[in-house]
């Protein structure tokens, strides 16, 4: 498999909301879609691994057909923002990661207060959480 320096993040426009994708810079592998975890590894047309997951993944609900009102009303909040920047991306994905019960749960919550008041994530971030690591 071919790989590229760093993931980068799927297309705004691609993506429905309540998730997150990015392309692994990996061309896909035999099966066209793969289950990993709380992620779905698929491709694009022209063979380039894209790895999806939900943002909701710590409410244990991970398909958008077992979300509840309360996710589909904020996630409608969302679509009326419009589209949002590769930072805020950034900094959601890496909220979605956050589990309380992870032993990094405080530092990653002081990374997200510094990325949330600075605008950005700073990189490398020190830890991920326990569910999908941030773009």
């Known amino acids: 498999m071919t790989e590229s320096p760093e993931a980068k993040l799927l297309s705004y426009g691609l993506l429905s909301p309540g998730y997150e994708a990015i392309y692994t810079g990996r061309k896909a592998g035999a099966s066209a879609e793969d289950t990993q975890g709380p992620c779905v590894i698929t ?4 063979g380039n691994e894209i790895k999806k997951w939900s943002l909701w ?10 979300w509840d009102d ?9 679509e009326q923002l419009g ?7 950034k900094i959601r994905a890496h909220i979605a990661s956050l589990a309380v019960c992870d032993n990094g749960f405080p530092v990653t919550v002081d990374e997200l207060l510094d990325a949330i008041g600075s605008g950005e994530l700073r ?7 326990c569910f999908m690591p941030s773009p």
């Open 70 to 78: 309360d996710i589909k009303l904020i996630n409608r909040m969302q």
């Open 123 to 129: 990189e490398p971030t020190f830890h991920n959480g």
């Open 83 to 89: 589209p949002l920047s590769d930072e805020a991306r």
């Open 43 to 46: 491709s694009d047309e022209d």
């Open 57 to 66: 993944t710590w409410t244990g609900v991970l398909e958008e057909k077992d």
